[in-house]
């Protein structure tokens, strides 16, 4: 939103008569209804534009040399706030009177692009186009929701996403003044019936808040609050891809407490709800909620410490400082790792934080008193597993989705027995503990480690010894040394003999013996204890030739 002076009426539409201003508004429409209430001669309308003019992107320009003759298309919605904020955007969405699908047909021939109709019946039309840099875009053409534009704005969700730009001149169509909470850095609703309309959009304020460090007005925010049972009419689809926007987002456990503050997050994850005002035994801190929202706040801080580009500010205490000592040399793999995407469009940060979620989820229903009297959450890793996965079929994640949650979850402790027992006992992982670990979480191991750090930390806050922070990196640096420099000898060691192998060398039929001899031949290998085919061979015949003699 520019630091140069501006024209008190920039990016506004003027009403003059006669070189006199008689009326302004955010669109033309508005500025000639208001004239025309207070004076009878006609008014000359203009748009005042800003200074400096906006940037148009390219593409946009492109775009709008490609439509036929006369053809009247409006950039509207979060491209126009992002670039009134001077943020990059990849998503453009075009409103416009005629059928988007028709429309999106010619852009994408002439872009060479690929099209795909996302509603027929709406007209919506999506181009995905690949511009010579490498980077991709994601174009939509959709006719108006209503008669008009004006209306069409009317109906979105927040005023700053109800700015359309007319890239023929560059000239802004702003009916509710979204240019002037942009610049006040406020979330307002663009109609009584918003979040009514679609509650969706209750997760979308929290993100956008959080993402542009706006504030929600207060009316807007109490209609959130109003608007949130209906947020059972949503689809587990549409949930899906909003919640995990929030999740990859910045300030993933504000947006989550605000979430609770609307009373919005029992509709979307009720697993959660039993973690409010749980208690835990010392040396936890805080109550369960308190707990998994504070894991949130140090996932965050630790992959931003670790990130791919190294900023002082980030490790800016003691803690955070041995992590970056410690484990620093993967920032990369790290990067690449949390990167990737299991299923197009989600990627495995957002699965992460969504572990981090459910990872004590089941502890409100595990938890029990010991004969000491110390309450404990047996076996709370196993049955949060189940409640994430059966929270991934809600979703509709993917399979493989699934299986990641699953492992994260029912895998979270590991990190930390290995802790103590190094701390307290001056042991560190041994080769087999090394290959067992990666042998039931595979690339989760990654995950694991960096839920283990932020774990540790939320449950002591600044009381965390400084001695038992050094045994979990160790321990850390160990697996992940172990994952991405020495993976053939610790983790997935080389095959020497396969099942056909077994079966000819020991005369064994098809069956599970079989691969209960190949899964001890290779935690063998990894120990060290075999490394050629012939001690292989010899190791399999001792290993079954034990197992049927009688003890």
Request: with cysteine; glycine share 8%.
């Amino acid at each position: 939103m520019g630091g140069e002076k501006q024209d008190p009426y920039a990016g506004r539409w003027i009403a003059s008569i006669r070189g006199r201003l008689v009326a302004h508004g955010g669109t033309p429409e508005q500025a000639l209804r208001l004239a025309q209430s207070r004076y009878k001669e006609t008014p000359e309308i203009r748009y005042i534009p800003m200074t400096p003019a906006l940037e148009v992107p390219s593409l946009v320009n492109t775009i709008h040399a490609a439509l036929p003759q006369g053809m009247k298309l409006y950039l509207v919605g979060g491209a126009v706030r992002d670039l009134l904020l001077g943020r990059p955007t990849h998503d453009f969405d075009f409103a416009l009177q005629e059928d988007g699908i028709r429309v999106a047909r010619a852009v994408a021939d002439a872009l060479g692009a690929a099209i795909y109709p996302l509603d027929a019946e709406r007209g919506t039309g999506r181009v995905l186009y690949t511009a010579p840099d490498g980077a991709r875009h994601v174009i939509d053409f959709a006719a108006y929701r209503g008669a008009d534009l004006e209306t069409d704005l009317r109906g979105r969700d927040f005023t700053i996403n109800a700015i359309a730009l007319d890239p023929a001149d560059g000239s802004l169509h702003d009916p509710l003044g979204g240019v002037h909470d942009l610049r006040a850095k406020c979330l307002r609703q663009c109609s009584p019936t918003a979040f009514t309309d679609d509650p969706l959009r209750i997760l979308r304020g929290v993100r956008l808040a959080a993402a542009l460090d706006f504030h929600i007005q207060p009316e807007t925010r109490q209609a959130m609050k109003q608007a949130a049972d209906c947020l059972g009419r949503i689809s587990g689809e549409r949930l899906r891809d909003e919640l995990f926007r929030i999740l990859e987002g910045p300030k993933p456990a504000a947006c989550l407490r605000a979430l609770e503050i609307l009373r919005a997050l029992d509709d979307i994850l009720p697993e959660l709800s039993g973690l409010k005002g749980l208690a835990q035994p010392a040396p936890h801190v805080h109550d369960g909620w308190q707990h998994t929202l504070s894991v949130l706040n140090h996932l965050e801080a630790g992959l931003s410490a670790l990130a791919p580009v190294y900023a002082p500010e980030t490790a800016d205490d003691l803690l955070a400082g041995m992590l970056v000592l410690r484990l620093g040399r993967y920032r990369e793999q790290i990067a690449a790792h949390l990167q990737s995407m299991p299923t197009p469009g989600r990627s495995r940060r957002g699965l992460l934080f969504l572990a981090a979620l459910y990872h004590d989820a089941a502890k409100a229903d595990t938890a029990a008193a010991d004969e000491g009297g110390r309450l404990r959450f047996w076996e709370h890793d196993q049955k949060g597993a189940d409640l994430a996965v059966a929270r991934a079929r809600q979703l509709a994640l993917s399979n493989e989705e699934g299986r990641v949650l699953d492992t994260i979850v029912r895998n979270h402790m590991r990190i930390h027995f290995h802790t103590n027992r190094l701390e307290t006992e001056g042991k560190p992982p041994t080769r087999r503990a090394i290959y067992r670990f990666f042998r039931d979480s595979g690339d989760c191991g990654v995950d694991l480690v960096l839920l283990a750090l932020a774990d540790l930390r939320a449950t002591y806050e600044q009381e965390l010894p400084q001695a038992q922070w050094a045994a979990c990196l160790d321990v850390c640096r160990t697996l992940l040394e172990a994952w991405w420099e020495k993976r053939p000898e610790q983790v997935d060691p080389p095959t020497l003999l396969d099942g056909n192998d077994l079966m000819h060398a020991l005369g064994l039929p098809p069956g599970p013996r079989v691969g209960k001899l190949l899964e001890a031949l290779r935690e063998a290998q990894a120990t060290g204890d075999v490394v050629d085919r012939e001690q292989a061979l010899a190791f399999v015949a001792e290993k079954n030739q034990a197992e049927q003699d009688p003890p």
